[in-house]
């Protein structure tokens, strides 16, 4: 007999998300996740002090479904505006402001709290790396290895995995031989394209300036940049302007793609992060070139480039196992909270059917 109803496998937003439908459903569900925190992507880093967000960047509410609640969302203060004055790095290095593309949201405490919302509530096992997954009689095995403690095997009716694309396929290399079906399942995951980000955060001191551009305000409103290649920046904000109080500039700054994967097996990320900075320096404002402390982090799954055209994976042949995440059916962090809307909704049917 299964331990749980459903297994989750990955606690970013799109996992969290779908757990959190399915727990309210009734359904037993057990979260299981590699890492220490929640939210994968959705990520904030804690510097001398300051919440960081080095991943996910803002919100916003499009193709978002009801259940997502973004009333709630403010009303209880996870989610806030966040009015930044924008502006555009062209092909030729000219900065020139653009009209606002929000609205945006973001969470003052930093956007994993968002995550830590979502996960209230629910059975999570962090440090929890799941190494296999095996099809059986009564569902699905989970093969994982766990710290401080052995986990050993888990057993669950079904199973999603909220997982970027390509880290699926390595799961199932066990179970194809006993159920050739996946290959089907499998197929269009190679169709989903991800690239690379390296992301620079860095902190200035307290008594700079952190303006950009000719409009004195940025300094407290807060700015940011979209960048067009040949630049290796993609995007760059004043971090510090999503809290409530910031005690010195944080900046932010996103690599594109090919500057990326020329990088991305770098030993020491700290000359690609310098090289990034005197860039945001020659292009955005001098004073960004001498920050009081910089770190830099790669993202080898960053950014969608290609996406699934549906909201989640599945096959009628192998009902049991569904995949979620921005790579379905968008790009973004809305994107994932809506496919794991959509295969909560999906799983739910099954179970219902089948109970």
């Not at 995951?189 to 004195?216: H, Q, S």
Request: proline letters at 8%; a negative charge.
């Amino acid at each position: 007999m299964a331990q749980w109803d459903v297994g989750v496998v990955g606690a970013g937003l799109s996992g969290l998300t779908a757990a959190r439908q399915l727990t309210q459903d009734g359904w037993s569900v057990l979260v299981l996740d590699k890492s220490r925190g929640l939210g994968g992507r959705v990520a904030t880093r804690r510097v001398q002090g300051t919440g960081v967000d080095h991943g996910c960047r803002f919100m916003q509410p499009w193709g978002l479904g009801p259940g997502f609640g973004w009333a709630q969302a403010q009303s209880q203060g996870w989610l806030q505006p966040w009015n930044p004055v924008e502006f555009e790095l062209s092909q030729a290095g000219l900065l020139s402001p653009r009209p606002a593309q929000g609205p945006y949201y973001v969470a003052a405490e930093g956007m994993s709290s968002l995550a830590k919302v979502l996960a209230q509530g629910l059975e999570i096992q962090r440090l929890c790396r799941v190494e296999q997954l095996i099809p059986r009689a009564e569902g699905w095995q989970l093969q994982v290895e766990s710290q401080p403690e052995a986990l050993g095997e888990v057993t669950v009716r079904t199973v999603l995995l909220a997982l970027p694309a390509p880290q699926i396929p390595p799961l199932l290399t066990a179970a194809l031989p006993l159920f050739p079906e996946l290959g089907e399942w499998l197929e269009p995951l190679g169709e989903v394209v991800f690239d690379p980000v390296i992301t620079v955060m860095a902190g200035y001191g307290a008594d700079t300036v952190p303006r950009l551009g000719e409009d004195a305000t940025t300094a407290a409103t807060g700015w940011m940049v979209t960048a067009q290649e040949p630049s290796p920046l993609w995007w760059a904000a004043l971090d510090s302007s999503k809290r409530l109080v910031a005690a010195h500039p944080v900046v932010v700054l996103h690599s594109h793609a090919q500057f990326a994967a020329s990088h991305l097996e770098a030993a020491d990320l700290t000359p690609v992060g310098q090289q990034l900075l005197e860039q945001a320096a020659h292009n955005l404002a001098p004073w960004l070139g001498d920050p009081h402390w910089m770190q830099v982090h790669r993202w080898r799954y960053g950014l969608v480039r290609q996406p699934l055209p549906s909201p989640f994976l599945s096959t009628a042949a192998v009902p049991t196992l569904v995949g979620c995440g921005d790579w379905c059916g968008g790009q973004d962090g809305a994107a994932a909270i809506a496919s794991g809307q959509a295969a909560a909704s999906h799983l739910a049917q099954w179970l219902q059917t089948h109970s």
